[in-house]
């Protein structure tokens, strides 16, 4: 049996406010698997996915990502642990002043790749996500699923075995989904670990691929599936 | 290599990307240098004064009018093994009036009908160099009072004492001055970098994503704080020099005969140094202080 990408135990988050966000998730996400983390606004995805990559520490409960235990409180290379993941959002991120090359190529600069050999790989990878024409246009100067497409090249240029992706397709329209959401599954058949937090049910009907449910923070299946549905 | 290239050119861009409010801060830490330097070589200067003045500093003993002349003999000696004493030299009545004759030059007519026995003999003592000032005096004082010959010991006491008084001042009002301006430079530099790093914060927030680490991030930072202390510290030093050039232009013919005697010195090198390293080091602490408090790993 694979060991898993990514092991949840008893994970519970829950803010200063008092707030809680995360109530004893325990999930288990094994290499090369496409995994939707799904529920409505405020049901704790995004958190879930800000605990994956160190942005947010659990209030309680373990967390091993690439067999590396980022809960435990002497884990301080988060820089390392970010290095074997691509992060992708909804606000894209991308570096306004700049083209659509250098936006890919810095996230390569600035992991101590020389400038040229950036360039050239930005441009190898703006390929795979069909961008190879707008290269030198100015980020201002693309749709937001063009964006979101840039967004995915950086997350992809330093070759990550994982991928987060955090409700990337949630300020695109339909036909611009399915060019991402097209993307997204490539990248998973070329053995690429996905997980994609996603509000749309209409996603997961699509795709068959694992849906792990959230709402209140909780996994759904503590709930009724059909109220997560409800919501969706 | 790579990495040298990366932060000198990331430095540099900061740098003109904020030009403005790097300019500010620059111009903040050269004034509150500038002040602190301005002390620092009123303090030199004085310090340099005190010294050429207690070099010349010597004690007079008089004797005790009728003290026998077979006893001045045995009390030069005694007064030669006095521990830092370097010379000692006998002035007879004689020599006294030959010296108020040299001094008053033309007016010396002044001094007719003057016997030289009113003027009482005395003993010129040269100290030794490390025995020059007050507090060493004051103990080679305390021991020739105790030689029942000598009626009255003079020395430039109160003038010395003074003097050494106001360099104290100068230099307490110097470093507690400094001890101010220092907080409040790391306070400016901090908080510049702060804006110039809020103002790169979608650029870091990617380099945080793709896992960059953190001394990559803030090594730009660290020098840009670096370079604004050495260019602060060095307008300082440079405005200093103007206006220790500019001194001697503007000060009247009558005192410049005067000062001529006393050299107005500019920093030494090593004073010059000290400035500029400091600045640098202000800078970089308040850089640092800036990214601790922004430049967390999120």
């Not at chain 2, 290599?1 to 300019?23: A, C, D, P």
């Not at chain 2, 330097?37 to 303090?43: D, V, Y």
């Not at chain 2, 009018?65 to 009390?75: A, D, I, M, Q």
């Amino acid at each position: 049996m694979n060991e898993a990408m990514i092991e949840m135990h008893h994970v519970f988050k829950t803010y200063p406010s008092q707030i809680s966000a995360l109530s004893d998730i325990t999930l288990e996400i094994l290499p090369g698997e496409f995994a939707f983390i799904v529920g409505p606004s405020g049901s704790g995805k995004s958190t879930l996915l800000r605990i994956l990559f160190c942005a947010e520490r659990p209030t309680s409960g373990e967390v091993v990502v690439h067999g590396i235990h980022i809960t435990q409180p002497d884990f301080k290379k988060i820089y390392q642990l970010r290095r074997t993941m691509g992060i992708v959002s909804q606000d894209f991120k991308l570096l306004r002043d700049r083209t659509v090359n250098e936006n890919v190529a810095f996230a390569l600069e600035i992991t101590g790749h020389i400038r040229e050999e950036a360039k050239s790989k930005a441009s190898e990878i703006l390929r795979r996500v069909g961008l190879e024409e707008r290269e030198g246009d100015s980020i201002l100067a693309l749709s937001a699923g063009e964006q979101q497409r840039v967004a995915i090249a950086r997350a992809l240029v330093n070759s990550p075995p994982l991928l987060l992706a955090d409700e990337p397709t949630g300020n695109l329209d339909a036909r611009m989904t399915l060019d991402v959401m097209e993307i997204f599954t490539d990248l998973h058949q070329k053995g690429t670990t996905i997980v994609f937090a996603t509000q749309f049910t209409g996603l997961i009907k699509r795709y068959s691929y694992r849906a792990i449910r959230l709402l209140d923070g909780r996994k759904a299946d503590s709930h009724k599936v059909e109220e997560v549905k409800a919501t969706g | 290599m790579f990495f040298l290239q990366y932060v000198i050119r990331r430095t540099f861009q900061n740098m003109m990307g904020n030009l403005f409010s790097n300019l500010i801060t620059i111009g903040i830490i050269a004034i509150s240098m500038l002040i602190f330097s301005t002390f620092t070589l009123l303090a030199f200067n004085l310090t340099n004064f005190l010294k050429i003045w207690e070099d010349k500093i010597e004690v007079i003993a008089y004797l005790k009018r009728g003290t026998p002349s077979s006893e001045v003999e045995p009390l030069l000696k005694k007064t030669r093994l006095l521990e830092g004493v370097e010379t000692v030299r006998y002035v007879s009545p004689y020599d006294a009036m030959g010296f108020m004759e040299t001094k008053l030059g033309g007016q010396k007519n002044l001094l007719e009908g003057i016997q030289p026995a009113v003027l009482p003999p005395s003993f010129e003592i040269q100290m030794k160099k490390d025995y020059r000032n007050s507090t060493k005096i004051k103990e080679v004082v305390a021991h020739l009072k105790e030689i029942p010959q000598f009626e009255e010991i003079q020395y430039g006491q109160e003038w010395v004492e003074t003097f050494s008084v106001l360099v104290h001042i100068l230099r307490l009002t110097q470093w507690i001055l400094g001890g101010l301006l220092l907080i409040a430079v790391v306070f400016i530099t901090s908080n510049t970098l702060q804006l110039t790093i809020s103002s790169r914060r979608e650029e870091i927030e990617v380099m945080h994503w793709v896992g960059t680490s953190p001394s990559f991030i803030r090594i730009p930072f660290y020098l840009e704080g670096l370079i604004q202390g050495f260019l602060g510290g060095g307008l300082a030093i440079l405005f200093l020099f103007l206006l220790h050039q500019g001194l001697f232009l503007y000060i009247p013919p009558s005192m410049q005969a005067w000062l001529a005697k006393i050299p107005v010195l500019f920093l030494p090198l090593e004073t010059i140094a000290w400035i500029l390293l400091g600045g640098m080091v202000l800078g970089f602490f308040g850089s640092f202080v800036a990214s601790m408090r922004v430049l967390k790993y999120k």
